[in-house]
Nanobody
Framework: QVQLVESGGGLVQAGGSLRLSCAAS????????MGWYRQAPGRQRELVAT???????NYADSVKGRFTISRLNAKNTVYLQMNSLKPEDTAVYYC??????????WGQGTQVTVSS
């Protein structure tokens, strides 16, 4: 079972930047899907971005052009660079791991708060 630990959240003003990190323990393969999701108060958890094989990425429309997901397989780490942050980006951000045939894993979450 892969375990995930997020870091890098915090409080930032609108227009600012943050970089989230997710460190994975266990064997991570390039074919595994790594992703970031977020959940704001009173709302359902939603996809932010995913990455496969280090280069195939997918983004929610709301973050395209502002967020960048990347992956360093050698360190079993996935990053989320968040630029031009908006108050509506405020949420708990969760790291996710998926591999076909296995139960997916979630991190404990890291809070991102964007003030206006």
């Amino acid at each position: 079972q892969v375990q995930l630990v997020e870091s890098g959240g915090g409080l930032v003003q609108a227009g600012g930047s943050l970089r989230l990190s997710c460190a994975a323990s266990g064997s991570i393969f390039s074919i595994d899907v790594m992703g970031w999701y977020r959940q704001a108060p009173g709302r359902q958890r939603e996809l932010v971005a995913t990455i496969i094989s280090g280069s195939i990425t997918n983004y929610a429309d709301s973050v395209k052009g502002r967020f960048t997901i990347s992956r360093l397989n050698a360190k079993n780490t996935v990053y989320l660079q968040m630029n031009s942050l908006k108050p509506e980006d405020t949420a708990v951000y969760y790291c996710n791991w998926r591999r076909l045939g296995y139960k997916e894993s979630w991190g404990q979450g890291t809070q991102v708060t964007v003030s206006s």
